[in-house]
């Protein structure tokens, strides 16, 4: 069992950087793809960024691709997504999940944090 919980959201103009963090329970973080989605009303969760086990294969969403940055610290057992160059269009709420597999399919997750809000002002 894991337990997910998001942190960082907020509100910031356009152009602007925040910087989510999701703390993980429990001894076997590392052993976990993390994933990074988001999801504004009435439509699905969106694929951000996914980060394998050892974090050396990472992948993005086309609408973040080279202004978000997605880490993890297996010690600290967190992952990080850093955005930057915010746009209102990326107005969500942000989850983290964990599962075996990085993906961009929200069904290979196992684990889901509560969200936290960003929202991005024009």
């Known amino acids: 069992q894991v337990q997910l919980v998001e942190s960082g959201g907020g509100l910031v103009q356009a152009g602007g950087s925040l910087r989510l963090s999701c703390a993980a329970s429990g001894r076997t973080f590392s052993t976990y793809a993390l994933g990074w989605f988001r999801q504004v009303p009435g439509k699905a969760r969106e694929f951000v960024a996914a980060?394998?086990?050892?974090?050396?294969?990472?992948d993005y969403g086309d609408s973040v691709k080279g202004r978000f940055t997605i880490s993890r610290d297996n010690a600290k057992n967190t992952v990080y997504l850093q955005m930057s160059s915010l746009k209102p269009g990326d107005t969500a709420v942000y989850y983290c999940a964990a599962g075996l597999l990085a993906s961009r399919s929200t069904g290979l997750y196992d684990y889901w944090g509560q969200g936290t809000q960003v929202t991005v002002s024009s």
């Open positions: 980060i394998r086990r050892n974090g050396e294969s990472i």
